[in-house]
């Protein structure tokens, strides 16, 4: 079973998150963090490892690129895909997230009936650029 890391501001999102993860889906090892506070202290105490990281890119005071650039930096987090969720789904920032380094994005809201099969996806290692609400 995959491991997650969800790092997201708004507390609605994270309910969505947290009830399509574990309660629709079944995943059991979902970490989440309310904001990115702390961020790169909070990342490296990780056990185990997540598999597939779910990133706000708006949040402060760290945003998603630049908690992206911090995952990065740690080797045992090399084989992570780190995806990118964000309400501003303009061609321009989609070009940004894919030449930063995303694995993929999901448009907020994340639509619930589409959400297992995205996630799929993600987990078959496949590029996921779910950015048409």
Do not use: C
């Amino acid at each position: 079973m995959p491991t997650f890391l969800y790092i997201e501001d708004d507390l609605f999102s994270r309910e969505v998150m947290k009830l399509l993860l574990v309660d629709v889906l079944g995943f059991k090892q979902v970490t989440i963090f309310e904001d990115s506070t702390d961020f790169e202290q909070k990342l490296v105490k990780l056990s185990p490892i997540p598999e597939i990281i779910f990133v706000d890119i708006h949040m402060e005071p760290i945003n998603g690129f630049q908690i992206l650039e911090i995952i990065r930096r740690y080797e045992q987090f090399s084989s992570s895909q780190v995806i990118a969720l964000t309400a501003s789904v303009m061609n321009e920032e989609v070009r940004l997230l894919k030449e930063a380094g995303f694995n993929g994005a999901v448009a907020k809201p994340v639509d619930s009936d589409t959400f297992p099969d995205t996630l799929r996806h993600i987990m078959n290692y496949e590029e996921v650029w779910k950015i048409i609400v």
